[in-house]
């Protein structure tokens, strides 16, 4: 199968044949994926600051959505042919009666120090362990798959964000880092309530749907901007007590408003812009590594921050920092995109084929799209299924057409998948139609 590999050179992921995973125990299953993404935390490995030891390469990714292919004997809740998502992190540790700094993270896509092999997402096939108690079952209905897909991590993890800081409806918000899971708070606190959000950044494209997606809730807020000044100065100018509850989603690999690395900038301008008795939720990536093969600039992330505690103390602040806790949120969540309350399809920037991902990572490493999702050449048939007739020719090229009998898009036929270009090449002639 055809898979994104990290082998341990920064700023580059290569694109590989490698066995397809096969049952290791009983309560596997082997989950054939249609669509996958690039997260902000896979630019962490790519920019080598968050690896795994023992030593790349490893193939990458850990959100995807995808069709069940095979289930061990002891599998039990799910069969062949059912549609799931695979939430970033494995359901093995959910089960814990109280948490532990020793608990492993099992995260996809992460190599053998972070859970095992569990493999990665960004892949045609991947083994998930536990399935009975790691997959999510998701309708099989033709609802997109991009309608899903973010529950994975992104939209979690944004939603995790305003509950670290305590958000109640109807406060203030201010989000530092707009890349897609601060986009997804934004949205977050816009389905929550929020009564003002402040989006903080300095990517014009990420600002711009910010304000987009808020409804006009939000202002956009340029951290770099020489005429409005710093963050906090922008925000305090319209709001002088601060917002209620501040979310930073950017992490370690934080810079200035000079654009210069800065870990302790971000963490320090959260606390200037929080009003006393405030909350400050901190879901960006915070840890610290040796460096070693698979993180080679791992040690240029200093785990020691100087952080103005007095502030801390003097505002009474709360502070809650963390991974994501999935398997807590993820019902509540689900019942959102399943009533279509929630839709979150709207942050994809960008569709590709396999082939093309690894120029997709250089594009989103510098900021030049927002979200990124992989299509995989099963997607075509689902693609095909959403309309009511398939008409087939004889060269290999098949024209979809709808109620009507109105042509809407032509697709290569399965016998075309062996190219592995098939995703790619279904969905550009139809762009209309949303999987």
């Not at 798959?145 to 509950?163: C, P, S, V």
Request: glycine letters at 12%; charged letters at 20%; aromatic letters at 6%.
């Amino acid at each position: 199968m055809r898979a994104v590999m990290w082998e341990g050179a920064v700023n580059s992921v290569s694109i590989r044949s490698i066995p397809k995973p096969t049952l290791q125990l009983p309560e596997d299953a082997i989950i054939r994926i249609t669509s996958s993404a690039i997260c902000g935390s896979d630019l962490h490995t790519y920019r080598g600051t968050l690896g795994s030891d023992p030593a790349p390469p490893w193939s990458m990714g850990h959100e995807a959505v995808g069709v069940v292919a095979e289930v061990g004997p002891a599998t039990e809740h799910f069969k062949v042919g059912d549609r799931v998502l695979i939430p970033c992190l494995d359901g093995l540790d959910h089960f814990a009666v109280e948490p532990t700094l020793n608990l492993p993270l099992n995260l996809y896509g992460s190599g053998r120090g972070f859970g095992g092999d569990l493999g990665g997402c960004q892949a045609e096939y991947l083994r998930v362990e536990s399935a009975d108690d790691s997959l999510v079952r998701i309708p099989d209905d033709f609802s997109s798959d991009l309608q899903w897909l973010f529950l994975t991590d992104i939209f979690t993890t944004g939603w995790a964000g305003l509950d670290f800081a305590g958000f109640q409806p109807g406060e203030s918000v201010a989000v530092f880092g707009c890349g897609p899971v601060g986009l997804m708070c934004i949205y977050s606190a816009k389905l929550r309530g929020a009564s003002h959000i402040y989006a903080v950044d300095c990517v014009r494209a990420r600002l711009d749907k910010a304000v987009e997606i808020g409804g006009g809730l939000v202002t956009a807020v340029d951290f770099t901007s020489r005429e409005e000044g710093s963050a906090s100065e922008q925000i305090l100018r319209r709001r002088p007590a601060g917002v209620h509850r501040v979310v930073d989603c950017v992490g370690a690999e934080a810079v200035n408003d000079r654009l210069k690395p800065d870990q302790s900038y971000v963490i320090n301008e959260t606390i200037k812009v929080c009003t006393f008795g405030g909350g400050i939720g901190q879901i960006g990536v915070y840890a610290a590594i040796p460096t070693t093969k698979g993180a080679p600039r791992g040690g240029e992330i200093d785990p020691i921050y100087g952080v103005d505690m007095s502030s801390v103390w003097l505002k009474s602040l709360s502070i809650k920092a963390g991974i994501v806790p999935m398997y807590e949120l993820l019902p509540r969540l689900y019942e959102l995109v399943r009533t279509g309350a929630a839709r979150l399809d709207w942050v994809v920037s960008a569709q590709v084929g396999i082939e093309d991902v690894p120029a997709a990572y250089d594009r989103f490493n510098r900021h030049l799209e927002t979200k990124v999702v992989i299509r995989f050449p099963q997607a075509g048939r689902r693609l095909m299924e959403q309309m009511v007739g398939v008409q087939g020719g004889t060269d290999g090229v098949v024209g979809v057409m709808n109620g009507n009998g109105q042509v809407k898009g032509v697709a290569i036929d399965k016998s075309g998948e062996e190219n592995g270009d098939l995703a790619a090449q279904v969905i550009k002639p139809m762009k209309d139609l949303q999987m």
